[in-house]
């Protein structure tokens, strides 16, 4: 992969490229061991145009699976390694994958997935055995380590999970196109000038590889020649601890995240130093506005949020001081993208007006989501310009505002009521520590507003604790917006990306009700 990273070989061979509890991989090991992981995939009959799936933990060897992918004109499914095994199975069939590269962790998963998908020619398991698969370390020690010839340009596949039916895969344009791996370097010097990272940085990766931000924001990173430190989870303390340790620079973060954080005792947070950081980025989720305050206020101006989806990459991005100028923004648009507000009835909105956003790449990246054309006809407006979802609107400057996603709309008694604002307000109250808003039948009014509680350590459900909550809501916004009554959850159905799964919370109302809404 000398391509991309011969410049790191040659000024720092020896230097770390990437660091995870289990020891350091070099610039040039880890040169050595792409290479000859792309000439093992070719062996093997995978090369351009092909697809492989890899289900790995977050740890070293996932990024050298990835980088040969993207160096070999290879499409990678990053696998959940949350889902079942029948998710798994689908995915494996679903992305015609010719590999599956595993992860032993996860072998209850990902041995039933492989038992249902003969057509795959292989299995390489990582950090341990398999049944029925080679050994990555055996697979790389019986490999060229000659720099493979005739690179060409491929990348990851991300499937979304989606709130209903099976998950979608989307499939990047380019990965047909036949581009030169040299295009990852124009990909990774842009990605540190417009997110003002370090070149030569170090970037802590802190959330699950397989998702499509902790991709980018760590691997763009890793390509400009940052060293990525790999944590295999989230954990508050540790996280602090990390910073200070290796001398991050930048670090991706989802609100969950953020309030974790600044839950940690005070003589914790009081210790921690993190002086090297230049550069917080979150997403994923909204942040509720005290949480985001209170960021800026112990990391300083350093917090970047951003707004964009697995289709479609970044589409906004606000700084700390946009943001304080303008609470609540996602920020205006990067220079190649444009957003469209479109109205129920299909016509164009203008500032302040809320309505479906939409958006465009002004330089003709479009997506598909595989097999699955009417799917893909759905999220598009017209050719190019398509739809996450979501709801919002643009201010008199062109600066984007969040609403709501479409489809977590609850229309109570004809009033449309938008449940990330209560959950903004249900995350300041000190008995909660993660919330969700959503609808449940009434015969009335058609939806009522439910929510759903994590409470923070220290907290018990009763009775009294709901009325406080509901009377905190009450007191922060107009009545109707209030929740009816609140459901106490041991722990909610919220992925470590910041994604939670509110129909596993909002099905037990509806089912055989009938209807959805």
Not at 15 to 20: F, R
Not at 126 to 154: F, H, K, N, R, T
Not at 264 to 271: I, K, S, V
């Amino acid at each position: 992969m000398a391509e991309v990273i011969a410049k790191r070989v040659a000024a720092n061979p020896t230097g770390a490229a990437l660091i995870d509890p289990h020891g350091t991989t070099t610039w040039a090991q880890l040169d050595e061991r792409v290479n000859r992981l792309i000439n093992a995939l070719r062996a093997r009959g995978i090369g351009p145009g092909s697809t492989i799936a890899a289900m790995v933990g977050n740890r070293r060897e996932y990024y050298e699976v990835i980088l040969a992918a993207m160096h070999a004109g290879v499409a990678c499914v990053l696998v959940n390694w949350h889902w079942t095994a029948d998710e798994v199975a689908y995915v494996l069939d679903n992305s015609d994958a010719s590999l599956f590269v595993a992860d032993a962790a996860y072998s209850e998963a990902a041995l039933p997935a492989l038992a249902a998908n003969p057509q795959l020619i292989g299995c390489i398991a990582i950090g341990g055995d398999l049944a029925g698969c080679e050994s990555y370390e055996a697979v790389l020690a019986g490999s060229d380590p000659a720099e493979p010839a005739d690179q060409v340009l491929g990348g990851p596949m991300f499937y979304t999970s989606g709130t209903t039916g099976r998950p979608k895969g989307v499939r990047p344009g380019y990965l047909a196109m036949g581009l030169p791996p040299s295009v990852l370097e124009l990909m990774a010097s842009g990605f540190g000038i417009m997110m003002n990272v370090p070149a030569d940085g170090v970037t802590l990766l802190d959330g699950p590889l397989y998702h499509s931000a902790q991709w980018a924001f760590s691997t763009l990173p890793l390509l400009g020649g940052s060293t990525v430190v790999i944590r295999p989870r989230f954990e508050p303390a540790e996280t602090l601890r990390a910073i200070d340790a290796h001398g991050v620079t930048n670090v991706h973060l989802v609100p969950t995240q953020f309030v974790r954080l600044l839950r940690l005792p005070d003589e914790q947070r009081a210790a921690f130093d993190g002086s090297s950081l230049v550069l917080a980025l979150h997403g994923a989720a909204p942040c509720p506005h005290e949480v985001k305050r209170r960021m800026i206020e112990w990391w300083g101006p350093i917090i970047v949020e951003y707004y964009g989806g697995t289709e479609g990459g970044v589409i906004t991005m606000a700084s700390s001081e946009q943001w304080l100028a303008k609470p609540g923004t996602v920020g205006p648009c990067l220079a190649n993208k444009e957003v469209i507000v479109v109205g129920d009835d299909g016509q164009r909105l203008g500032p302040g007006e809320s309505g479906t956003l939409y958006l465009r790449d002004t330089t003709g990246i479009d997506f598909e989501y595989h097999k699955d054309p009417a799917k893909t006809a759905s999220a598009h407006l017209e050719p190019g310009v398509y739809t996450l979802g979501d709801v919002g609107y643009l201010d008199d400057d062109g600066w984007l505002f969040m609403s709501d996603r479409k489809i977590d709309m609850i229309i109570s008694g004809g009033v449309n009521v938008y449940p990330a604002e209560i959950e903004a307000v249900l995350i300041e109250h000190l008995a909660v520590r993660d919330a969700a808003v959503f609808g449940i039948p009434d015969d009335e009014f058609g939806e009522q507003v439910k929510a759903a509680v994590e409470l923070d350590a220290g907290f018990a459900p009763s009775a009294e604790l709901e009325a406080d909550i509901i009377a905190f809501v009450r007191a922060r916004l107009a009545g109707y917006k209030a929740p009816r009554s609140i459901d106490f959850e041991d722990e909610m159905p919220r992925q470590p990306t910041g994604k939670l799964y509110k129909r596993v919370l909002r099905d037990r109302y509806w089912a055989g009700t009938g209807r959805s809404i």
